[in-house]
């Protein structure tokens, strides 16, 4: 099966940047996509940004787009999430989540097989 590990989550400030990383342990990554999801305390979960295998094409929520963006380095199995302009409604745990499907990308939890465990986000107000 495959592993996904995020990593890159903290306590941050109104305003600054963070990147987080995602490495998978498959050696086909170029043929996974992959998105980010996230869940704040007592909410459910919810679509943050996919990108297909080849990186050709991304997809945004509304509440992201514009400050945050989705990009992957293939030779390196990592999947990473740059956040600009973090508000304090972007206090959450973040996912990566992948799915060996390369010809399409979706925005739906059910569209991804695998997991990571989750990466904390907190911006302080």
């Known amino acids: 099966q495959v592993q996904l590990v995020e990593s890159g989550g903290g306590l941050v400030q109104t305003g600054a940047s963070l990147r987080l990383s995602c490495t998978a342990s498959?050696?086909?990554?170029?043929?996974?996509?992959m998105a980010w999801f996230r869940q704040a305390l007592g909410k459910e979960r919810e679509f943050v940004a996919a990108?297909?295998?080849?990186?050709?094409?991304?997809s945004y929520a509304d509440s992201v787009k514009g400050r945050f963006t989705i990009s992957r380095d293939n030779a390196k199995n990592t999947l990473f999430l740059h956040m600009n302009s973090l508000k304090p409604e972007d206090t959450a745990v973040y996912y990566c989540?992948?799915?060996?499907?390369?010809?399409?990308?979706?925005?739906?939890?059910?569209?991804?097989?695998?997991w990571g465990q989750g990466t904390q986000v907190t911006v302080s107000s």
């Open positions: 990108i297909a295998g080849t990186g050709g094409s991304t």
């Open positions: 989540a992948g799915s060996k499907i390369f010809t399409s990308i979706s925005s739906r939890s059910a569209g991804y097989d695998y």
């Open positions: 498959t050696r086909t990554f170029n043929d996974f996509r």
